[in-house]
């Protein structure tokens, strides 16, 4: 297949003015093996290229008269100046910036681009080839991909979709999705929130709503979005008056303090902040606590009537309990800018990534921030990584987003 820049304008008129014939100049899309001063050379264009590789195009050329020059204009960040001709067919009819030496009316040109090495990753570059005749008329074609980072196309190409983790209150408030450049995006969820739910399956993209689809899917729930109480868990016998007035120097009410990712495997984590809300809620309506150790979802029920905001908790803890499924997901917080995250084209960029961080590996994230970037693994290996967009800080809008490369 050939892709041509072909332009025929016909002007004869009734007084005899010549018929005017443009030069044509296409490329070779189908990729093709050829030897070149005894080298094997692949000709491209491909989709994506890494940064300082080089693409090597077929370029044919003709025109009506005799070609004169055929000239390359490569739109990018960096400009590599030893890209050239490097064989013509017949051979050398030109010189290595594209003057024709001999006259011909068809030619067949190898034309080597050097991709600079400092392009920015996952930008777009242009090519647009063009050929001038001898009577001085011009034609141009051009071509696009996509620069990666130098190594990463060893791996898989991630695909990136938009997703939104939170509860139905989520309803309350209109929601624009936000801009990103990468490979697609798969925009998940974006005009159908009423889908909108905690639990979060990568294999099928989709937030479970309610507790019972959950309970019937939890093989591909990898985690739960919640908002949770980040305040000390501590024992039965504390003193109310010195902990009451800890708790109540806290800034902002307890369902406000911030959102987590946790993974189903780890269910104490959900148990445990579940406590922590009941003693916040004991301490902050200065009720007494049980007499015996006591039980999640008996001491959040005891003081629900005071805050029914944590009832959402309560549920979640108690349906991941009975998951038949616990997916074991692992989280780990990644310095990469937005800018760097959409930068990152294929999977075995995480690798070196995630070895660089200093934070551990965890079933629960950190309280969750805008532009944070984390990385995440699957209890067979596979990784991905996600950057928050928007976390909540109120319970007008309930739910937080992030963009996910996976």
């Given amino acids: 297949m050939v892709i041509v820049s072909l332009l025929m304008l016909a002007c004869q008129k009734e007084k005899g003015l010549p018929v005017i014939t443009f030069p044509t100049v296409s490329y070779s899309v189908k990729p093709e093996n050829v030897t070149i001063n005894n080298t094997m050379i692949v000709t491209g264009p491909s989709a994506i290229y890494e940064q300082g590789s080089y693409v090597v195009y077929k370029l044919t050329l003709t025109a009506a008269s005799s070609i004169k020059q055929m000239r390359v204009q ?12 490097i064989a013509t067919f017949p051979a050398n009819l030109c010189d290595s910036i594209g003057n024709f030496t001999t006259e011909v009316t068809e030619a067949v040109v190898y034309y080597r681009l050097h991709i600079h090495p400092l ?12 050929v001038l005749d001898n009577d001085l008329y011009r034609m141009e074609q051009s071509n696009s991909f996509k620069v990666i980072k130098s190594g990463s196309s060893a791996g898989k190409q991630f695909n990136l979709f938009f997703v939104m983790v939170g509860t139905q209150e989520a309803l309350k408030a209109a929601f624009e999705v936000p801009q990103a450049t990468g490979n697609g995006p798969y925009v998940y969820n974006a005009e159908n929130v009423s889908n909108l739910g905690n639990y979060f399956s ?11 689809d959950a309970l019937r899917n939890s093989d591909k729930v990898d985690w739960i979005g919640y908002r949770y109480m980040d305040v000390p868990l ?41 406590l922590r809300m009941g003693y916040y809620l004991a301490a902050n309506y200065r009720l007494p606590l049980p007499a015996a150790p006591p039980v999640a979802g ?21 349906t991941v309990k009975k998951f038949p499924v616990k997916n074991n997901v692992q989280f780990k917080k990644i310095s990469l800018t937005p ?59 309930d739910a937080i987003s992030v963009w996910i490369k996976y």
Wanted: aromatic fraction near 12%; charge should be positive; glycine fraction near 4%.
């Fill in 74 to 85: 490569v739109l990018a960040d960096y400009i590599a100046l030893d890209s050239k001709v």
């Fill in 119 to 130: 392009i920015v990753p996952n930008s777009t570059v242009k090519v647009t080839f063009s």
């Fill in 202 to 212: 990568l294999d099928r993209r989709v937030c479970y709503a309610y507790p019972s």
């Fill in 234 to 274: 501590v024992s039965r016998n504390w003193a109310l008056g010195e902990t009451v007035k800890t708790v109540r120097t806290t800034s902002v009410p307890a369902y406000q303090v911030g959102w987590a990712f946790v993974s189903p495997y780890d269910t104490a984590t959900l148990v445990t902040d579940t």
């Fill in 298 to 318: 008996k001491l959040i029920s005891t003081y629900l009537a005071y805050q029914t905001s944590y009832g959402a908790l309560c549920k979640l803890a108690q």
């Fill in 339 to 397: 800018e760097q995250f959409d930068q990152t084209s294929h999977n075995n960029e995480l690798s070196a990534l995630t070895a660089g961080s200093p934070n551990a590996w965890a079933p629960k994230t950190k309280p969750l921030q805008p532009d944070e970037v984390y990385a995440f693994k699957r209890a067979d290996g596979t990784m991905g990584m996600f950057k928050v967009i928007f976390v909540p800080v109120s319970s007008t809008y």
